[in-house]
């Protein structure tokens, strides 16, 4: 009994309905997708009853029914899909939905739906200023069930350095775009000599037009350009591809169709020479505005601060120059990070451009920083505008602040003498070091026999073992990267589209500018990936054919390049004469940094003598940089590993660990000591021999002499060994040479790497069995 009456109330218990459609506002002659879902409980048949569906089209529907036990009852989920299209503008209402389960009824309430007009069917998905130009924009010349591209235009004709909106609009006629199993593909036209930003679009239908009696709909791509150059904007074939079943039936096949539009140019004019500034270095927009944030408070010497320069505005943000900042002497001024933030302001690109400094006092006083400015062409106005910000001043008290946390170091050396047995070593010629080690044995060996033919002996050499650094695809591969970095500075940190669009800045085609970024992606994964290149020899002859076409347009940007490096390195000179006087005074004035910069010069341009590396490591010392110091002072140690200064200033800077210990060993004698110490008791085993010495003792003088030569050929190949020391915690080890590939370990201030090859900014090292990337600039070398 308790089982029927179970039964029966079960039984009576009414289905649960809902009905939903995925828009409630679309445009005439869209689709919409009506989903009716009934879960009912028990054994009793369904029934589900279609809605009133007056001005919408049923194109087609779905059922599906899944089944559940709950409690030991079935319970039944259908779903119901209905595809409607609408037939007519205003508003459409979708009627009751009634289900049937035995004598129970369910009824929902009906769906509104509002359909817009064909004039106002732009996607919302689209911008205002997109919307207009795809408004009034005229159908083209359309052929039944004929798919039509076109590319629109913002405007016909520009000022260099105004934005241009390229619109690709696809026409669909309705019938084939029903046909259709995926959305089609828009590829956007090409585009020489400009910068080009891909824009947000609808990844689906953007707008339905009705043309001549038929429907229409229209898949737009939008992109942002910015040409570089004056005269005539090429604008090549935008293309899109779709594919069409052969028959109605699911299983056939697809034929690919793929439809062009004209190519066309935009017209660019010059701007106008800039009168009575200066400053003009390039930089094109409108609105912009400029400042420079400094925190505040004092400078103390040694201590540094962080100071940026903001650009804001609209316009071409990736290209606007770095502002000129006049650092007066007593700071230092460290570029840092450059950060790029892109916005849009009613269809107009724009955002902010933010330049990071690191700026050091190097001596006490008050710093002033005059007024930075900057000068931009305003495309609106269409005329020259100069910004400025405030002056800056740093206020620098005496003393130092932060620095004086860092260890007290001994005073400077005076004296600038070389060091003596290295100084005797390298004056003494070769010949000179042959006839002292070969003379005496061979005049006692010509003495003891007589004079026969010797056996010449072959040096043979030992081939290393080919691996991903000596391989023919690496040695291309370094190539490559070189002449990229010809053309792009940073190539090493770019890759994908943001090499591709450097490249086309500097001046390459945009087919060859992808076509090598590609490539170069291509040969990192053949060297650097674990699966390495499936053709080697197809991929070597594809990068041949790469390297002369970018060679066409590199002399141009290699000619510019030296003739701003030519003027940096005179400047740098200038300054280096300038300051190379008395850098002891400068150092015990305050102005550290200026002093460090001469003893670097005195230590380059004669490296044996040990005060100039010393006092080189006492100013980075005060200035902060511990491991820099630390270098320096190991090289002050290699020359003079027994003088007290030298013993104590190391004592302050410990290597972080035994293993960087191990690798940054100094030797209780030089090799020049070594080597000398063997010559002379080389030459006394000879002298003993011609005295007549008992034979031990002579044997016992040639044991000594190889001994104390082949202790000091070994402190040489440890000497010799490329070393360096990692400058800050945290420095990512990377598998591959360039900046996105992610870091193998991190590794502390101050570890010792060894350095394993050199390529362009990039040094491969090893650290006990881990093997990494790092860039120059990440480290020092002893």
Request: hydrophobic share 45%.
């Amino acid at each position: 009994m308790v089982a029927l009456l179970l039964a029966i109330a079960l039984g009576g218990q009414q289905p649960a309905v809902t009905a939903r459609v995925n828009r409630e506002a679309v445009a005439l002659g869209d689709d919409v997708v009506l989903t009716i879902t009934v879960e009912a409980r028990g054994s009793a048949p369904v029934r589900i009853i279609d809605p009133d569906l007056s001005g919408l089209e049923l194109r087609n529907t779905r059922d599906r029914t899944t089944v559940a036990m709950q409690g030991g009852v079935p319970t039944r989920v259908t779903t119901r899909v209905l595809t409607l299209r609408t037939l007519r503008a205003g508003t459409v209402v979708i009627g009751s939905v009634r289900v049937h389960q035995g004598d129970e009824v369910e009824e929902t309430a009906p769906l509104t739906i509002a359909v817009s007009a064909p004039d106002a069917g732009v996607s919302a998905g689209l911008e205002p200023r997109i919307r207009e130009v795809v408004r009034r924009a005229p159908p083209p010349v359309l052929e039944e069930d004929q798919v039509a591209m076109v590319v629109l235009t913002s405007a016909d004709s520009v000022m260099l350095g105004e934005q241009v909106d390229l619109v690709v609009v696809a026409w669909f006629p309705r019938e084939v775009r029903s046909r259709l199993r995926s959305p089609p593909t828009l590829a956007a036209p090409e585009v020489r000599g400009a910068w080009v930003y891909q824009r947000p679009a609808p990844s689906g239908i953007a707008l339905s037009r009705r043309v001549g009696g038929g429907w229409y709909d229209l898949y737009v791509l939008h992109e942002v350009v910015f040409p570089l150059t004056s005269g005539r904007l090429e604008v090549g074939h935008a293309m899109v591809s779709y594919s069409l079943p052969l028959s109605y039936s699911f299983l056939s096949r697809e034929l690919r169709h793929e439809v062009q539009s004209e190519p066309f140019a935009v017209s660019v004019a010059p701007q106008p020479r800039p009168r009575g500034l200066s400053g003009f270095q390039g930089a094109a927009g409108s609105g912009l505005n400029f400042r420079v944030d400094v925190p505040p408070g004092e400078l103390r010497i040694g201590e540094a601060v962080r100071v940026r320069a903001e650009v804001q505005g609209r316009g071409n943000v990736a290209l606007w120059p770095e502002p000129r900042l006049d650092w007066p002497v007593g700071l230092r001024a460290y570029p840092q990070e450059v950060n790029v933030g892109l916005a849009s302001e009613q269809g107009l690109l724009g955002g902010a451009k933010a330049f990071h400094y690191l700026v050091v006092a190097d001596s006490a006083g008050t710093h002033r920083v005059p007024a930075p400015s900057y000068v931009y062409f305003d495309v609106e106005t269409r005329q020259y505008v100069e910004l400025r910000a405030a002056a800056i001043e740093f206020v620098t008290p005496s003393g130092t602040g932060s620095v004086a946390a860092v260890q007290t170091v001994p005073p400077l050396m005076t004296s600038t003498r070389r060091a003596l047995a290295a100084s005797l070593a390298a004056a003494l010629p070769v010949w000179a070091r042959i006839l002292i080690l070969a003379f005496p044995p061979l005049v006692a060996f010509a003495i003891r026999h007589p004079p026969r033919r010797l056996w010449p002996g072959r040096e043979r050499m030992r081939r290393a073992p080919e691996g991903p650094g000596t391989s023919p695809l690496a040695r291309l591969e370094r190539e490559f990267q070189e002449l990229l970095e010809r053309l792009v500075p940073d190539a090493h940190m770019k890759g994908g589209d943001e090499l591709a669009n450097a490249l086309r800045a500097a001046g390459i085609e945009a087919p060859l500018a992808a076509h090598a970024s590609r490539v170069r992606d291509r040969l990192r994964q053949a060297v650097y990936g674990p699966g390495g290149s499936t053709d080697p020899d197809e991929l070597a002859a594809e990068v041949h054919e790469v390297l002369p076409a970018l060679l066409g347009g590199a002399g141009k940007a290699t000619r510019s390049l030296s003739a701003g490096l030519a003027l940096i390195l005179l400047c740098v000179g200038l300054s280096a004469i300038a300051t190379a006087q008395s850098p002891e005074r400068l150092y015990e004035a305050g102005a550290v940094r200026i002093a460090a910069d001469s003893f670097a010069a005195r230590a380059a341009e004669d490296p044996l003598v040990t005060a100039h590396w010393y006092n080189l490591g006492n100013a980075l010392n005060r200035l902060g940089e511990s491991v820099r110091a630390r270098a320096a002072w190991l090289r002050a140690a290699r020359l003079a590993p027994r003088h007290p200064a030298v013993k104590r200033a190391l004592a302050t800077s410990s290597a972080p660990n035994l293993a960087s210990e191990r690798v940054t060993w100094v030797a209780p004698v030089t090799p020049a000591e070594a080597f000398g110490a063997a010559a002379v008791v080389w030459l006394a085993c000879w002298i003993a021999i011609g005295l007549k010495v008992r034979a031990r003792y002579a044997a016992l003088l040639v044991a000594l002499a190889v001994l104390v030569a082949a202790y000091g050929a070994y402190v040489t190949s440890r000497y010799e060994a490329r070393v360096a020391l990692v400058l800050t915690s945290g420095t990512p080890m990377r598998p591959a040479p360039y900046g996105p590939a992610l870091a193998t370990r991190e590794l502390d201030e101050g570890d010792a790497v060894r350095i394993e090859r050199e390529q362009g900014a990039w040094v491969l090292v090893r650290q006990g069995e881990a093997r990494g990337w790092l860039l120059r600039s990440e480290v020092v070398r002893l």
